[in-house]
């Protein structure tokens, strides 16, 4: 959604790297520069000059002129400025004393209320609540159907007595407010804690849209009016955003679309100009692509800073606690790391989501956009296809992996032996970098460039993506010295040394061919290879 204005920031702040001191017209030209940046992100005009108006007033203050940096200093200022903008702070649900506490969501028609209610409820689900679905759009034809489909997917009831209209030529006939309130007397019954009410939209702000919305939540006593808005409506959500403020008084506002190509300029303005938060935001089709708005984390998305919060609580929630712990003992009893291990990680990175949308959290990122753009999230099932398709000797000890087997699991896997290769050389990559951890050696700087080390070891990312790759420096020969009975002596003990050589290889010892008394043991096979030797 940012990716436009990502680069212009990132592309300013690039011209004040480097200056141990910023001018007036430093901070004139980059506050000029962050002002296009968000007007053509579609923020609202008022939204810009109040923004542009306090970087300026702060950047020209003291705390930039005795800074020992001062363009990071301006990064900073910007970065507290856009948190401001986008709410200030985190704001979640305001929980009813008395049971069941009553969401209301309310927006415009397509900007994905009914969508955004199942994922609601799959959320404060997941948080231990017992939520219940009321089917109040009663005009749109087949969202009662919708709303049904979407709390069956989430694992939640919804109350809809009514089936609404199928058809643009059908007229509504049922009562919207009664089912509210009905709805609020069965999640009574029932002991649902959490009742969320979905409402009809329009294509455009009218009388009956309002009179209707606020009929409801005066019916039930909403205790949450969230405002649902498309994050690509551009220039007219702060209209829209002002409307309904007017007319139902909401009280937070869910973005939805993030994941879409827009400017993302609804997201920067609708908190600004009407004074509420922004609480949720939908980042995608699926059931759990969903999360809660987080200001601070959002502004350093936005200047390329990463949301590794964001991701250590993704990791939190999905990663199998059993497998972490089978991992670290590995790395303390120093094993080797298989396939088998390598599969296992690939598939708990494929349970946190959409590895495009972990990669990009990540610090940097946006030095990364055209191979984050070119990846491939069908690579991580081709990955599984191909080892599977190998033997467990293969997987513990892939080295033995030669042309004609590689063909062999190219051909049971239904891909190209040039992907098995691939996939191989990742794999060695990531042994190297699992060995080097295990020995402390920390995290290694592996192809893949950018910001972002290791990521050229990503199934489905370019190997590096025009970055510049280290070049192997040769060794230099050995000069030859200037006294003619030293060099002899030299070219003497070299020769004995290739003779030594050649004596070893010939006898095979080296390999331990010749050696009649060849013990396993002394072979460095990893910890349980054994039972591959009977």
């Known amino acids: 959604m940012f990716n436009s204005l990502s680069d212009r920031l990132s592309a300013t702040f690039?011209?004040?790297?480097?200056?141990?001191?910023?001018?007036e017209a430093d901070i004139d030209g980059t506050a000029r520069e962050i002002r296009r940046a968000l007007l053509d992100a579609d923020v609202a005009v008022p939204v810009v000059r109040e923004f542009i108006a306090k970087v300026k007033a702060r950047a020209l203050g003291a705390e930039v002129a005795q800074a020992l940096n001062p363009g990071q200093q301006v990064v900073k200022i910007v970065n507290e400025e856009l948190v401001g903008i986008l709410g200030g702070q985190t704001r979640e649900l305001a929980l009813a004393k008395q049971p069941p506490t009553v969401i209301m969501l309310a927006g415009l028609q397509g900007a994905g209320k009914t969508t955004l209610a199942g994922k609601l409820a799959h959320h404060l689900k997941g948080q231990g609540h017992?939520?219940?679905?009321?089917?109040?759009?009663?005009?749109?034809?087949?969202?009662?159907?919708?709303l049904q489909i979407g709390g069956q997917r989430a694992g939640v009831p919804v109350f809809a007595p009514h089936p609404g209209v199928s058809s643009e030529t059908e007229s509504a006939t049922?009562?919207?407010?009664?089912?509210?309130?009905?709805g609020l007397t069965e999640a009574r019954n029932k002991l649902h804690d959490v009742l969320i009410i979905d409402t009809a939209g329009r294509l455009g702000v009218d009388e009956e849209l309002m009179r209707q919305a606020a009929d409801i939540k005066s019916a039930v006593g909403a205790h949450e009016t969230l405002f649902v808005i498309d994050s690509m409506i551009g220039q007219d959500a702060v209209t829209t955003a002002q409307a309904f403020n007017e007319g139902v008084d909401f009280t937070g506002v869910v973005l939805t679309k993030l994941d879409g190509d827009a400017r993302g300029g609804a997201a920067l303005s609708v908190a600004s100009v009407t004074g509420k938060p922004v609480m949720y935001a939908s980042t995608g089709e699926g059931l759990k692509d969903f999360e809660v708005f987080h200001p601070d984390r959002m502004a350093r998305r936005i200047l390329d800073m990463g949301d590794i919060l964001s991701l250590v609580e993704q990791a939190e929630a999905n990663w199998d606690r059993g497998e972490a712990e089978k991992m670290a003992k590995k790395f303390a009893d120093q094993e080797d790391f298989t396939l088998d291990d390598f599969l296992g990680q690939m598939q708990q990175l494929k349970k946190m989501g959409s590895m495009k949308k972990l990669l990009g959290m990540m610090p940097g990122a946006q030095a990364m956009r055209q191979q984050l753009d070119q990846f491939d999230e069908s690579s991580i099932g081709r990955v599984e296809a191909i080892i599977y398709s190998m033997t467990p000797y293969e997987r513990n000890v892939p080295k033995v992996i030669n042309g004609s087997r590689r063909a062999r699991i190219a051909k049971g896997s239904g891909v190209h032996v040039s992907e098995v290769n691939q996939l191989l050389e990742r794999f060695t990559q990531a042994q190297k970098m699992m060995k080097k951890m295990a020995g402390g050696g920390g995290m290694p700087s592996m192809p893949g460039g950018g910001g972002m080390p290791g990521m050229g070891g990503m199934p489905g990312m370019g190997a590096g993506g025009g970055a510049s790759k280290k070049r192997k420096q040769q060794a230099k020969p050995k000069k030859k010295s200037g006294n003619p009975a030293k060099a002899a002596q030299e070219a003497r003990e070299a020769e004995l040394k290739r003779q030594q050589g050649a004596a070893k290889r010939m006898d095979g010892s080296s390999f331990g061919a010749g050696s009649k008394d060849l013990n396993p043991e002394d072979l460095s096979l990893p910890k349980g290879f054994e039972k591959y030797l009977r």
């Open 14 to 23: 690039k011209n004040l790297r480097g200056k141990g001191r910023l001018s």
């Open 174 to 182: 049922g009562d919207p407010v009664k089912v509210a309130t009905d």
């Open 130 to 146: 017992t939520p219940m679905l009321v089917a109040c759009d009663l005009q749109r034809p087949n969202a009662v159907k919708q």
